[in-house]
């Protein structure tokens, strides 16, 4: 079984604190086997992690800010814009190669998409039923209970934001070490999520710290 982190965020993600490097040899010490960079937006930080030595499997991929929410698309060779009907940027994933994940799904304050449009998780390949930046576990168990009863794949990521928290959700996965395998368990349910709690502390200082941030972006407009 390949251990998985398949939601992480670098510094290319306006909300990262962690370079590419930094990333990569956090993931390594955690004991990754396999990690998808999912910057927002951008497929950046991937492209770089390609150009650095490194044992690690790194799937493509991306957080699509749809119009409804937040879409994580895997394999995938360039970002869908963003904006899109989450069920049209699910479509595009698919028919470009790829497969998608639908992250912290019902989070109100985290562009949880299948408050807005609840088709998406079912049209999703595959939920995020843990997501490590949960520090309530109600949002959680809720995906959880819904991927069961439907039948949906299972992941956990870690969401994080800064490199020292990945592998706090992670996701043991059942195939061969490269992408197309992986991606192929991940649709067909072989995974095993898992994960523990960020600090509430340290997700109360990037919350603040992301807000306050988007208060200045909005002052100087």
Not at 15 to 39: F, K, N, P, R, Y
Not at 117 to 126: I, N, P, S, T
């Amino acid at each position: 079984m390949l251990k998985a982190d398949l939601h992480i965020h670098t510094s290319c993600s306006k909300d990262g604190e962690s370079t590419v490097a930094q990333v990569l040899a956090a993931a390594a010490m955690a004991g990754m086997d396999v990690i998808a960079i999912t910057d927002h937006d951008t497929m950046d930080g991937y492209r770089i992690a390609c150009e650095l030595s490194t044992d690690l499997l790194i799937i493509p991929g991306v957080e699509v800010s749809t119009r409804e929410g937040h879409l994580i698309a895997l394999g995938v060779e360039k970002a869908p814009l963003p904006g899109s009907p989450v069920l049209d940027t699910i479509q595009e994933v698919r028919q470009a190669g790829g497969i998608t994940i639908l992250p912290h799904p019902f989070h109100r304050y985290r562009h949880g998409a299948a408050l807005k449009c609840a088709e998406a998780f079912g049209a999703a390949d595959a939920i995020e039923v843990y997501n490590s930046r949960y520090v309530i576990p109600h949002a959680n168990q809720r995906a959880l209970r819904l991927a069961r009863a439907m039948g949906k794949p299972a992941v956990a990521g870690s969401d994080a934001h800064n490199a020292r928290f990945i592998g706090y959700g992670r996701t043991l996965i059942d195939a061969e070490k490269d992408i197309g395998s992986v991606l192929d368990a991940i649709k067909e349910g072989k995974t095993k999520p898992a994960g523990r709690k960020t600090p509430v502390r340290i997700y109360t200082k990037q919350s603040l710290r992301n807000s306050w941030r988007k208060i200045r972006g909005r002052l100087h407009k």
